[in-house]
């Protein structure tokens, strides 16, 4: 594919990404209307968030898998004809009042955007030769460091006019990026003839599902009596018996939407456990504004401020990730990413009551964040998976990343709640993250070499025409 072609294709994906990161950020300038429309208490507005989650981590391992069965183009175009919908659902809910088809728009909205991502990495992967995947790759991962960045003006601009307005813009951006994707996508079926994994999606949806329901049920004011409860406990045990379940059934799946035949490669494993780890730190993240006001002081408005040095980080560092990646492989650019998030954590939880080091410490934590979440990981997944293979790849790398924010914040919020102290206990959970970055580290020094990294997948890849 000649350079303009490829260009025009980066541009498709940038927008399509940046439409469903942009909704992650501007969502929270309308909360306050919304739980003044609908009458609601804290825990209904958390389903908000948390329907959106559920529904993100089921749609991501199955779009990126049908992306294998029937083409890139065709199913990146699916996913964002649903995340269109769900946004005029949404649009809806708010002018016939009903709180309920809300959620729904919502959940359509994460099952929708579950797969863009994944799908727009494997894109690349098919598109752009191994040399320069990494600096599109960084690309693309800088859209989540912008659109935290004009989110949030973004949303307080259309406030103004109804919260309603927040979600109804996405129906235009997602009607330009579908003509634009029909026209320069990629439109190849990669396999052809073999049969969809029902029962292991089926499977692995209850598994993903029981587990982040267990996890967002979790009250972690009262972290231990919540531990105990039926509500959690419960759902937690569902998602084991489904998990293993699904690893006894994917073994002899001919087509496996879960393809344990990945985790037999080293570097697969450990960059699945890095985005994890990645996934568990951007969580640790939400709580930064309350350790800010706990610790220095200040209101809730100038706290969420205090949030800018990191994404302006992450803004900066994924495309300066993106670049290095292609001059010095993925294990020098993560190591030293995650020493300086691991720096950077411990440095806040030591440090967050003098505000400059409040900054540097964000700063810090930006940059490092970025070198895990951006465009390193799916480099390693590129480099070791086959065109086939490519986009349940990259869907797993987003499941694993959700798992770990779920994780991430029970656990943090476990942490901070164990103190009597609320400052103390913001503390002591930045530094339990600070700890875990330490353990990534080992992880990280272990991936392949850049001449290592440098040879063929294990896999002759084919394509077949559509």
Known sequence: MAQAPRNQVLAVLFVGVLMGAIDIAIVGPALPAIQAQFELDSRAVSWIFSIYVLANLIGTPLMAKLSDNFGRRAIYLLDVALFAVGSLVVVLSGISGGFALLLVGRAIQGFGAGGIFPVASAVIGDTFPPERRGGALGLIGAVFGIAFVIGPILGGLLLMLGWQWLFGINLPIAAVVMVLAWRVLPHQRLQQGVGFDWLGMTLLAGALGSLAYGLVSIDVANFGASLASAGVWGWLLVSASCWVALIAVERGAANPVFPIA?????????????????????????????????????????????????????????????????????????????????????????????????????????????????????????????????????????????????????????????????????????????????????????????????????????????
Do not use: C, H
Request: glycine residues 12%; aromatic residues 6%.
């Open 262 to 466: 990945l985790f037999a490669r080293r570097q697969l494993r450990l960059g699945y456990t890095l985005t994890a780890g990645a996934g568990l730190g951007e969580a640790s993240l939400v709580f930064m504004p309350s350790l800010a006001v706990a610790a220095l002081g200040v209101s809730s408005g100038v706290a969420s401020f205090l949030l800018m040095p990191v994404v302006l980080a992450m803004s900066v560092g994924s495309p300066l990730a993106g670049r290095m990646l292609d001059r010095f492989g993925s294990r020098t650019v993560i190591v030293v990413g995650v020493a300086i998030m691991a720096v950077g954590m411990l440095l806040l939880s030591q440090t967050a009551g003098v505000l400059a080091m409040f900054i540097v410490s964000g700063v810090l934590i930006g940059f490092g964040m970025s070198a895990l979440l951006g465009a390193p990981i799916r480099y390693v997944t590129l480099n070791e998976t086959t065109a086939a293979e490519r986009s349940s790849a990259q869907g797993l790398v987003n499941t694993f990343t959700s798992v770990g924010q779920l994780l991430g914040a029970a656990l943090v919020g476990a942490v901070a709640a164990s103190s009597s102290q609320l400052g103390d206990g913001y503390r002591s959970a930045y530094a339990f993250v600070g700890v875990l970055g330490v353990a990534l580290l080992v992880a990280a020094v272990m991936l392949k070499s850049r001449a290592d990294e440098a040879k063929p997948a294990p896999v002759a890849e084919t394509a077949t025409n559509a």
